[in-house]
T-cell receptor, first 113, second 115 residues
Framework: ETGVTQSPTHLIKTRGQQVTLRCSSQSGHNTVSWYQQALGQGPQFIFQYYREEENGRGNFPPRFSGLQFPNYSSELNVNALELDDSALYLC????????????FGNGTRLTVT | GQQLNQSPQSMFIQEGEDVSMNCTSSNIFNTWLWYKQDPGEGPVLLIALYKAGELTSNGRLTAQFGITRKDSFLNISASIPSDVGIYFCAGQGPNIIQGAQKLVFGQGTRLTINP
């Protein structure tokens, strides 16, 4: 069974730039969620995708957007990067049924300078 | 953003000691989860709890889903060096029919073990 994989592992961007992070879900999972984890904090829910559509969103501005593809993989796009966007971005996948817990990837560490 | 109240924030213990941490919320959750995160890695699921009052064990780990559905605890017995890391509780709210499988996390408990 292949777990959740994310790329790249690390990324450095300049304020104002745009970034795309990628995620492959665990085999058998059809739902993908994205979380932002600032240093020393717990992860914060950004949004979730199911059937290639956004299905729930946390308190993040529209410059955070995403995509889900037919093979259930996903992208997180962030436009107009700000210094506070520096964080670990975690992707999690699950099956869309009751009692299906989220399984996380190892994240992408984004640094905005 | 919304977070659960997790305590303690950090623990320094001797190898072999038992550990207890807990999480409380002002909101009701349908599911409580406990994750462990090592440096440079994502959270790894330890225990999932689905019913109020449920007590579940996974090896040396034991967790309970509070009767009020607003709290949970995690115990680790006879700690060993590989238990070092950050432990997070997470609550999952509305079921998938009503909305996203959104998790709300605590701020974490950092466990340090002296050999």
């Amino acid at each position: 069974e292949t777990g959740v994989t994310q790329s790249p592992t690390h990324l450095i961007k300049t304020r104002g730039q745009q970034v795309t992070l990628r995620c492959s879900s665990q085999s058998g999972h059809n739902t993908v969620s994205w979380y932002q984890q600032a240093l020393g904090q717990g992860p914060q829910f950004i949004f979730q995708y199911y059937r290639e559509e956004e299905n729930g969103r946390g308190n993040f501005p529209p410059r955070f957007s995403g995509l889900q593809f037919p093979n259930y993989s996903s992208e997180l796009n962030v436009n107009a990067l700000e210094l506070d966007d520096s964080a670990l971005y975690l992707c999690a996948s699950s099956a869309r049924r009751e009692n299906s817990p989220l399984h996380f990837g190892n994240g992408t560490r984004l640094t905005v300078t | 953003g919304q977070q659960l109240n997790q305590s303690p924030q950090s623990m320094f213990i001797q190898e072999g000691e038992d550990v207890s941490m807990n999480c409380t919320s002002s909101n009701i959750f349908n599911t409580w989860l406990w994750y462990k995160q090592d440096p440079g890695e994502g959270p790894v699921l330890l225990i999932a709890l689905y019913k109020a009052g449920e007590l579940t064990s996974n090896g040396r780990l034991t967790a309970q889903f509070g009767i009020t559905r607003k709290d949970s605890f995690l115990n680790i017995s006879a700690s060993i060096p590989s238990d070092v890391g950050i432990y997070f509780c997470a609550g999952q709210g509305p079921n998938i029919i009503q909305g996203a499988q959104k998790l709300v996390f605590g701020q974490g408990t950092r466990l340090t073990i002296n050999p």
